[in-house]
């Protein structure tokens, strides 16, 4: 079974900057497209950045975009989001997925906060 692990948050004051690292077990990460999903308490887990497989484009949620980036390192089987700029309204937990997400593969997420 694929399995994700999310690192790489805590608490950042409006402006600074994170680094979220996944990764990914299973042989068919460089093939399949990986998504970064964040969720607020009382919401629904939403896609926010999307990165398709074998070098493919990028897609951003319109919240983030300009100010977050998501990258892959296939031979680590590895997805990064790197968050800049931040404001209170990214302060959520950041999952990591395929696309479309497999229902019994969420990880634990890693929470961010962002605070003064």
């Known amino acids: 079974q694929v399995q994700f692990v999310e690192s790489g948050g805590g608490l950042v004051q409006p402006g600074g900057s994170l680094r979220l690292p996944c990764v990914a077990s299973g042989s068919t990460f460089r093939y399949v497209g990986m998504g970064w999903y964040r969720q607020t308490p009382g919401n629904q887990r939403e896609l926010i950045a999307s990165i398709m497989g074998n070098g493919g484009r990028s897609n951003y949620a319109d919240a983030i975009k300009g100010r977050f980036t998501i990258s892959r390192d296939d031979a680590r089987q590895t997805m990064y989001l790197e968050m800049s700029g931040m404001n209170p309204d990214d302060t959520a937990v950041y999952y990591c997925?395929?696309?479309?997400?497999?229902?019994?593969?969420w990880g634990q997420g890693t929470q961010v906060t962002v605070s003064s």
């Open positions: 997925n395929q696309i479309p997400y497999l229902r019994t593969s």
